[in-house]
């Protein structure tokens, strides 16, 4: 009786996800019933449409400004950047709140609806004769108004608060519906990412194609009409399929969030600083293996980068212990976090640069290719559509990448997910670029990993 009350056990808890995932109501998530593609196809919708809006708003703005607004071309490539920059930059405050407080799903969900509103008010900015300019028969045109201009910039930026909390956690939130350990969930999580980028560049390219032509040729109302519609269609699916996600629990009690880890880690390196490096491994603070594997995280082990940083994680000695002076040192693996998060932090220095020369292209790009002759078989090309040869040369990259590149880096022994210094996970590579991020982001960060 009591081996089959065992096997019943083990079989019960085979049922679940292993890797601590939830369902809405905080269950455990039946592995068979919940997350990878089923609940995944869902998420690369949205992602899809998201994206469509996003490039149909984006990639033909400058001209909007120049030619609606009436703005000159310095200023307009100017509000244009900032609010791009303002876009990719909200995502760092909206991963901390998912990661720390609200979760993934919760922070994604409010966040959508306010980048719906936002779309909705640029909508009826672009419409409504009386938000933008009009222009008399004579061919007079006067200037926006401060009420206009306000309108339709606050509508802008309105769309930018909601993409902080949808761009970095609907990305992570489809890599949560796969489990880390289960071997073959882990393997289609690889590919996941590919994929995912392969839908967000096949939205962008139909904003750039057919958006762009139907905002300059049928009109600006009806342009931006198609993705708003579209964007709460997919919203509409993405909450359909809500019984079908996994949700990770947010960690409360794993010091609120990754900006206080980073303070203990650096605090207790600083308070050890004249203390040497011991080379036995049991004088560093390190919980055991299973008590991660049951709260759905990964052990890390010690490295030799950033040694400093290994002070924190010495036990007290037996002088402090006896005065009372010992403070509660950082574990390994929570030395080896931060450890991550500064790598991750120089990475993401080094693409500063060529991001500087990617924000180019919707604004002097487009500017240039308005003084083109762009007329092809009768066919005028609008000048934002230039740049969907960017878009098409990832849309073929990726598949390469996916099934050549990753598998050659499987058969001769690495893992393209953590090579990114090799050609298997090159620059144009972007859903290697995604998913490096997000295996090398501690479990607690990962929405800033991806932000």
């Known amino acids: 009786m009591e081996m089959e009350a065992e096997e019943g056990a083990n079989k019960l808890q085979d049922a679940y996800a292993k890797d601590g995932s939830v ?31 996003f490039y149909g708003v984006a990639s033909n703005l400058v001209v909007y400004l120049t030619t609606q607004l009436r ?39 409010i966040s959508s609806l306010i980048y719906l509103a936002g779309m909705l ?24 108004t401060r009420q206009q201009v306000a309108f339709f910039y606050g509508a802008l930026y309105t769309m930018a608060v909601g993409a902080g909390g949808t761009k970095p956690n609907i990305s992570t939130f489809g890599a949560d519906q796969f489990d880390d350990f289960d071997a ?9 990412f590919n994929w995912w980028m392969f839908s967000s560049f096949t939205g962008g390219l139909v904003a750039v194609l057919v958006l762009v032509f139907v905002q300059e040729n ?28 996994r949700h990770k629990p947010v960690q409360r009690d794993a010091a609120a969030g990754p900006a206080r880890l980073v303070g203990r880690v650096f605090r207790g390196a600083l308070a050890n600083r004249r203390r040497q490096l011991p080379c036995d491994a049991g004088e560093f603070q390190e919980h055991e293996t299973a008590g991660y594997a049951a709260a759905g995280k990964r052990r890390l082990h010690r490295t030799p980068a950033l040694r400093f940083l290994d002070r924190a994680a010495l036990r007290s000695s037996a002088e402090e212990e006896e005065e009372g002076t010992g403070r509660r040192p950082c574990t390994v693996t929570e030395v080896e976090e931060v450890k991550l998060m500064v790598g991750m932090i120089v990475v993401w220095l080094t693409t500063l640069v060529p991001c500087t020369v990617w924000a180019q292209v919707n604004t ?15 066919v005028r090309i609008p000048a934002a559509s230039l740049g969907s ?37 090159s620059a144009w590579a972007s859903g290697a670029r995604c998913r490096w991020r997000w295996w090398r982001a501690p479990t607690s960060w990962r929405s800033g990993a991806c932000a």
Not at 31 to 37: D, E, I, N
Not at 187 to 192: L, M, P
Not at 229 to 239: E, M, R
């Open 23 to 53: 369902d809405l109501r905080g269950r455990p998530a039946v592995a068979a019933r919940t997350g990878r593609w089923k609940a995944c196809a869902f998420l690369v919708g949205y992602e899809s449409f998201e994206r469509m809006a």
């Open 71 to 109: 703005e000159a071309t310095v200023p307009s490539v100017r509000n244009v950047n900032n609010w791009t920059g303002a876009v990719w930059m909200t995502p760092v405050v909206g991963a901390y709140i998912a990661d720390t407080f609200l979760g993934r799903f919760w922070t994604f969900t």
């Open 184 to 192: 073959r969930e882990r393997e289609v999580k690889a590919s996941f």
């Open 364 to 378: 002097l790009f487009v500017k240039q290719g308005t003084t083109l002759d762009r007329s092809v078989g009768g």
């Open 121 to 144: 008010l640029i909508t009826l900015a672009v419409s409504l004769k009386s938000l933008h300019p009009q222009c008399t028969p004579d061919g007079g045109c006067a200037p926006a």
């Open 218 to 245: 049928v009109g600006w109302g009806v342009g931006y009409t198609i993705p708003t519609a579209g964007l709460a269609l997919s919203l509409l699916l993405f909450y359909v399929g809500t019984p079908f996600y």
């Open 389 to 425: 040869f960017i878009t098409v040369s990832m849309l073929l990259s990726i598949p390469v990448y996916d099934r050549v590149s990753a598998c050659w880096c499987r058969w001769s022994g690495g893992a393209p997910a953590t090579r990114a210094g090799s050609p298997c996970s």
